[in-house]
């Protein structure tokens, strides 16, 4: 790779750069000063940014296109939030949601919509005949042998009531009482003693009267809001979000025993944000000072130090205000390119101060010096800079839209780069020329150390190949994690919360949603989705009108005549009772219940309730303030009663009813404006687990391909992704190749450069299989870095050994060597603070990071000088 091998236009450039920079040095500076200015100035006002994920990647991918037109239909579901509520008690939990779902209705600055899937005045009235026929009978027998209860509390709507009918029951004197009392004993002496220690508690009568969940967990509900998303903020999601937290906590000074959680997409995505950005000027203050430091032990210079710096930062405002002009925006992924710059762009700066202060130490003055350095240097940064730019070039054509614009942003900041190091650079060395350095520069190993790689030559090459062949080996087992949960902090709410679902097959945020263009079609895909294994069950409009309603209304007009007439009665206060007498006379029945040879409930119940009670009387006259402690266990078993009956009254009110009598407000999800039909298909596994994961996804596209949800997009997405890294890989490793090829016109020397990148990328992933650190939305944005970081370190070393300077001893005594060494480390000082992240992906980030930029540093300075040994005096290669 000789001189007169490049071509002349190189040689010329070079040398105009040089007199450049020697020459007008102060005009340069205020030129790059200048512009810099402007390129900040017009960054401030043009440069946005945009955090909308769905355009990560290209709209033309098949599972996009049914993206948007499933957003389109159904807009409701579209980048929602899940409002979780959870709580001990189903009353409570349903009273709770109903009441954030009419907060955020009010909320229309905040929120577009907000409803809740199970629950509406529709489903209320008909909630029996979505029962199935035998759970339908099952409860019909429960409130068959619970109405003399309910019909006796119709009348005696008190406490008093309570215990009365309780104490006649105790006594065999309410005989038509069919319902077992252990239950109900149970809850009434939970209830005394969660009082009695402080406890916020509220007896469940649903509970108590159904005994059964219906095949769905009736302590959690869910409601769907859709925020008002403001993309070209950072958090776009801020307001609403700051909204839902507030009214958590304020929800939860009035019902401290329900849990409020958000999770979805954009919680997800919210918490994402706040967790990489928290602590992160912190971070970056800490990598930056590393990285000063790294340089000033490469340096051993505060010149050098600070003009490096400013090399840097004009570099990085240039790239901005570049990407301001080309963009116009930036997205989660193109964001990196102040960190790719900032690795890569130093590394130039590195090379050349290092260069330059190695010709000050032999003697040379500082203006030829600066000339020398841009004549040997050039030309191997202007190789690096290209083959570098070759790498993010290529990810331009593919789909990963993301990845495509950091392409454009980072391939010309290289070349920026390029410039103000050829350029600003020495122009500031000509301004703050360093002083005569002592030629004893004194190095940080011993003198075997350097000499380790051509000593010990053929071992080093034997292993190196060994181990290339056992990396090779492990290829197969490279995974690519798809699920950008794994990713985030597993601390999270959202986080925890979203896995919480998964886990449901009710409610699981991974149910997906295929489009018909008919009813009938609909209902022909829900018939097949059915079929699958990984599919729990297919829903469509049809759904929503339950079979045999003939023989479920049977039931119900049953029920309606044996059960009391009063059940309005419940909602009218209750009266008020002398909790005190109440609870003295259970107690006095409870003592001769229990002396009775055949107790009507277990001994062991009656006799703990007894204990309870007495102490619990005991304890409330004693207290401060008594009337407050029994109001308190009033409150307790009767909170919740009135909407259990008022439930029971409303179902009993169900109607025959057909599909077009359907409200719009429920069609609506079912049907869109342009008569588009939906198909909600849920899993039967638990999609955490990612076979599970792959299987549902795998099963639903083989049945049908109109299909979408967010399993499909994550799969589809990692998927589309892994396609366009080895895309742009495969080609940029091939353009590199060629482009060497031209530039060297040797097969060798192009063969040596990519050796210990190959090298290190085979042993890298076999180190990514061994660790358990899998590629995936997060990590695999650095890979580009490792390539430049790569090619450059190779370039570096092949050229300094095919050009040795005189007296020149031990390769790894050269600015060459030092050059990778520190230009690798300062790398490694920025971004190896990432690995004891709390976010997942950007620890992940940071461990193949270190152990990227660790081997390609063992690959450049050990393997590659043993490969060359034998052949470094070989001046045509």
């Known amino acids: 790779m000789t001189g007169k091998q490049l071509p002349n236009l190189t040689d010329r450039l070079l040398g105009c750069l040089s007199k450049l920079a020697l020459r007008f040095p102060w005009p340069i500076l205020l030129l790059f000063i200048a512009v810099s200015a402007i390129g900040i100035s017009y960054t401030v006002d043009h440069l946005g940014i945009n955090n909308n994920t769905s355009e990560m990647l290209s709209p033309d991918l098949p599972f996009q296109k049914v993206r948007q037109k499933l ?104 005989q038509a009482l069919a319902m077992p009392l252990d239950p109900l004993l149970s809850a009434i002496d939970e209830a005394i003693v969660k009082i009695g220690t402080g406890q916020p508690h509220y007896v469940s009568w649903q509970t108590l009267l159904t005994a059964a969940d219906f095949s769905r ?51 997800l995505e919210h918490e994402e944000l706040e967790t990489v950005s928290r602590g992160m000027a912190i971070s970056s203050l800490a990598s930056l000072l590393l990285v000063l430091g790294a340089l000033w032990i490469g340096f051993r210079s505060l010149r050098l130090l600070l003009v490096t710096f400013v090399a840097l ?45 190695e010709y000050r130490q032999q003697g040379m003055p500082s203006e030829p010096a600066i000339a020398k350095t841009l004549e040997t240097i050039g030309i191997p940064l202007f190789l690096c800079a290209f083959t570098t730019a070759i790498g993010f070039f290529a990810f331009i054509p593919t789909d990963f839209k993301g990845v495509s614009e950091l392409g454009i942003i980072a391939g010309v900041g290289i070349f920026i780069g390029l410039l103000v190091s050829l350029t600003l650079l020495p122009a500031l060395l000509k301004l703050l020329p360093l002083s005569t350095l002592s030629t004893n520069d004194r190095s ?55 896995k919480k679902l998964l886990s449901s097959k009710t409610d699981s945020p991974f149910a997906s949603s295929a489009l018909a263009d008919s009813l009938p079609q609909a209902d022909q895909l829900a018939a097949q989705f059915a079929k699958l294994p990984s599919v729990h069950e297919a829903i469509t409009l049809s759904s929503l009108v339950p079979e045999q309603q003939d023989e479920k209304l049977a ?91 008022l439930q029971l009254r409303d179902g009993l009110t169900a109607s025959a009813f057909g599909i077009n009598d359907l409200p719009d407000y429920i069609r609506r999800q079912w049907r869109s404006d342009s008569g588009i039909y939906r198909v909600l298909i849920l899993p039967e596994q638990d999609l955490n687990n990612p076979e599970y994961l792959k299987a549902f996804v795998d099963a639903l596209l083989a049945t049908y391909p109109q299909v979408f949800g967010l399993p499909i997009g994550d799969v589809k997405s990692g998927e589309a992704i892994v396609a366009a890294f080895v895309q742009a890989f495969t ?32 042993l890298t992933a076999a180190a990514n299989v061994l660790l358990n650190n899998p590629f ?75 152990i990227g930029i660790s081997l390609t540093l063992i690959c450049c300075l050990l393997v590659l000088p043993a490969l060359t040994h034998k052949t470094a005096a070989d001046k045509g290669c």
């Not at 005696?156 to 065999?172: E, R, V």
């Not at 450059?792 to 050229?799: C, N, P, W």
């Open 71 to 174: 957003d389109q239909a159904f807009p409701l579901d579209a980048s929602a939030i899940i409002v979780m509520v959870e709580s001990p008690t189903p009353e409570q939990t349903a009273q709770v949601a109903a009441l954030v779902n009419q907060r955020l209705q009010t909320k229309t600055d905040l929120f577009e919509s907000s409803y809740m899937p199970d629950d509406n005045p529709f489903f209320r009235q008909q909630g029996f005949l979505y029962l199935n026929l035998s759970d339908l009978e099952t409860l019909s027998n429960k409130l068959i042998d619970a109405q003399p209860f309910i019909g006796y509390l119709s009348n005696h709507y008190h406490f008093t009531g309570l215990m009365d009918i309780i104490s006649l029951a105790l006594q065999g004197r309410e």
């Open 217 to 267: 967990d009736q302590t959690r509900r869910l409601v769907i809001a859709k925020p008002h998303l403001n993309f070209t903020q950072l958090m776009p999601a801020k307001p609403a979000m700051d909204y839902l937290r507030g009214l958590a906590v304020e929800l939860a000074s009035t019902y401290p025993a329900v849990r409020l959680n958000f999770t979805g997409e954009v919680p």
């Open 313 to 357: 930062i004009v570099g990085l405002a240039l790239t901005t205000g570049f990407a301001a002009l080309a963009i116009g925006h930036l997205n989660l992924i193109s964001v990196a390119f102040a960190v790719l710059y900032i690795g890569l762009g130093v590394d130039y700066a590195t090379h050349f101060c290092l260069r330059y202060k």
């Open 444 to 498: 940080f190993l011993p003198d075997w150390a350097y000499d380790f790689p051509f000593r010990h030559a053929r071992a080093i090459r034997i292993c190196a190949l060994l181990l290339a062949v056992g990396a090779s080996l492990m290829l197969t087992r490279l995974t690519f994690d798809s699920n950008p949960v794994n990713l985030r902090d597993q601390n999270t709410q959202s986080v925890i919360a979203f």
């Open 555 to 645: 039931l119900i007009d049953n029920l309606n005549l044996i059960m009391p007439t009063q059940l309005n009665r419940f909602a009218q206060p209750r009266e008020q009772a002398d909790v005190h007498g109440a609870l003295l006379k259970l107690v006095d029945s409870l003592q001769k219940t229990i002396a009775l040879p055949s107790p009507v409930a277990g001994h062991e119940l009656l006799a703990k309730l007894h204990q309870d009670a007495s102490n619990f009387i005991r304890e409330a006259d004693h207290s401060q303030n008594p009337p407050a402690t029994y109001s308190k266990l009033e409150q307790s078993l009767f909170e919740l009663m009135p909407y259990t009956m």
């Open 731 to 762: 080609s940029a490793l091939l353009m590199i190749i060629l482009l060497l090829l031209v530039q060297t016109r040797s097969l060798k020397t192009s063969l040596l450069i990519i050796t210990p990148l190959l090298l290190a990328a085979l």
């Open 776 to 850: 995936n939305f997060a990590n695999i944005i650095v890979l580009p870095l490792l390539l430049g970081i790569g090619v450059d370190s190779g370039i570096h070393i092949v050229h300094r050994l095919q050009h040795p300077q005189r007296e020149e001893h031990n390769l790894l005594q050269t600015s060459a060597a030092r050059g990778v060494f520190y230009s690798a480390l300062t790398t490694l000082c920025s971004f190896s603070s990432l690995a004891f992240n709390t976010h997942a992906g950007t620890a992940s980030m940071g461990v193949l990071l270190s």
